[in-house]
């Protein structure tokens, strides 16, 4: 299956800004999406990564200050550019390198290194920073990185450069369903925050029948979707569950639900820490643990949340 996961660093989970300081959303951010990138490449699925063009730009650039930016504003030291069709970047993708799709012509191939420092940007001073000031969390820093590189298949992951909202981004995807010369019968969706992923959960979901498969989130979203028919287009606004199965009902397309735990829990509050704390075995569980986040059996409710070791006096 090829499997494309929308994923921004742009001012990542707020909602979580009363524990967690910005550059530490932003790392825990990237540990999910390192979650969600391994399980899907361990059962030998194809990622790919939709992210906004400055993403991009500064993976490619912020290593060589001298690499000169030209008119495109694309370094062209850092990538290299060819003429292709998206199923010829897939191909060639497989083989070597890694592309950024900027139209349905034209790519950009991405370094393996630059597609790590995309998933984790080492220089970001405001991890330097908080990697200096808070004892363990640089040793975490360094196990993470080797962790990753382990788990994560970076040559093996494409990377789509979209500025537009969720909706147009996808849909912009999902339009080589219904082009003759790309081989995609089948494209999924999946959101970079489903920390409790699995493989036997995402395989659940690829293998159920229906012309739209869905895994809709505890607040009535679309935490993943298959989409096997090509005149089907997303709306991830409100409770986009609902309008995705209206949508596909009213055009007389057969839907399946998958109903998981795992791919209905996305993480953006802190009352959704301690399901990571309890159910997660990789990196983000490891990272919450490393900033002292640990869980907390409340005496008076009975039920379990969160409690953090090191006060966090530093919150944007």
């Given at each position: 299956?090829?499997?494309?996961?929308?994923?921004?660093?742009?001012?990542?989970?707020?909602?979580?800004?009363?524990?967690?300081?910005?550059?530490?959303?932003?790392?825990?951010?990237?540990?999910?999406?390192?979650?969600?990138?391994?399980?899907?490449?361990?059962?030998?699925?194809?990622?790919?990564?939709?992210?906004?063009?400055?993403?991009?730009?500064?993976?490619?650039?912020?290593?060589?200050?001298?690499?000169?930016?030209?008119?495109?504003?694309?370094?062209?030291?850092?990538?290299?550019?060819?003429?292709?069709?998206?199923?010829?970047?897939?191909?060639?993708?497989?083989?070597?390198?890694?592309?950024?799709?900027?139209?349905?012509?034209?790519?950009?191939?991405?370094?393996?290194?630059?597609?790590?420092?995309?998933?984790?940007?080492?220089?970001?001073?405001?991890?330097?920073?908080?990697?200096?000031?808070?004892?363990?969390?640089?040793?975490?820093?360094?196990?993470?990185?080797?962790?990753?590189?382990?788990?994560?298949?970076?040559?093996?992951?494409?990377?789509?450069?979209?500025?537009?909202?969720?909706?147009?981004?996808?849909?912009?995807?999902?339009?080589?369903?219904?082009?003759?010369?790309?081989?995609?019968?089948?494209?999924?969706?999946?959101?970079?925050?489903?920390?409790?992923?699995?493989?036997?959960?995402?395989?659940?979901?690829?293998?159920?029948?229906?012309?739209?498969?869905?895994?809709?989130g505890r607040g009535g979203g679309t935490n993943a979707i298959v989409v096997r028919h090509p005149a089907f287009r997303v709306d991830y606004h409100g409770t986009s569950y609902r309008d995705h199965y209206q949508a596909a009902t009213d055009a007389s397309l057969s839907v399946g639900v998958v109903?998981?735990?795992?791919?209905?829990?996305?993480?953006?509050?802190?009352?959704?820490?301690?399901?990571?704390?309890?159910?997660?075995?990789?990196?983000?569980?490891?990272?919450?643990?490393?900033?002292?986040?640990?869980?907390?059996?409340?005496?008076?409710?009975?039920?379990?949340?969160?409690?953090?070791?090191?006060?966090?006096?530093?919150?944007?």
């Open positions: 299956m090829h499997v494309i996961v929308p994923y921004t660093d742009v001012s990542p989970k707020t909602r979580l800004n009363s524990i967690l300081t910005a550059s530490e959303r932003t790392a825990f951010a990237q540990a999910m999406l390192y979650d969600v990138i391994s399980t899907l490449q361990s059962n030998g699925h194809t990622v790919e990564l939709l992210i906004p063009t400055e993403t991009v730009m500064q993976a490619t650039d912020q290593r060589d200050q001298e690499t000169i930016i030209d008119s495109t504003g694309v370094s062209t030291e850092a990538v290299s550019t060819s003429t292709s069709t998206h199923a010829d970047t897939t191909e060639h993708n497989a083989a070597s390198d890694n592309y950024v799709s900027q139209s349905p012509t034209h790519t950009l191939s991405v370094t393996p290194e630059a597609i790590m420092r995309i998933l984790r940007d080492d220089d970001d001073p405001d991890n330097e920073a908080s990697t200096q000031e808070r004892d363990g969390d640089k040793e975490y820093i360094d196990i993470t990185v080797d962790t990753a590189q382990n788990q994560i298949q970076s040559n093996q992951i494409v990377v789509t450069a979209d500025d537009r909202a969720l909706t147009p981004a996808v849909n912009s995807c999902l339009n080589r369903l219904s082009d003759t010369e790309t081989p995609f019968s089948e494209l999924a969706v999946v959101m970079a925050d489903l920390a409790l992923i699995t493989p036997t959960a995402i395989e659940r979901l690829f293998a159920r029948e229906g012309d739209i498969v869905l895994a809709p109903d998981s735990m795992r791919l209905g829990t996305d993480i953006d509050k802190p009352t959704d820490l301690p399901e990571v704390l309890l159910h997660n075995n990789g990196m983000s569980s490891v990272w919450l643990q490393s900033a002292g986040i640990e869980l907390n059996l409340d005496d008076n409710t009975g039920r379990v949340g969160i409690t953090r070791k090191r006060k966090n006096e530093d919150v944007d």
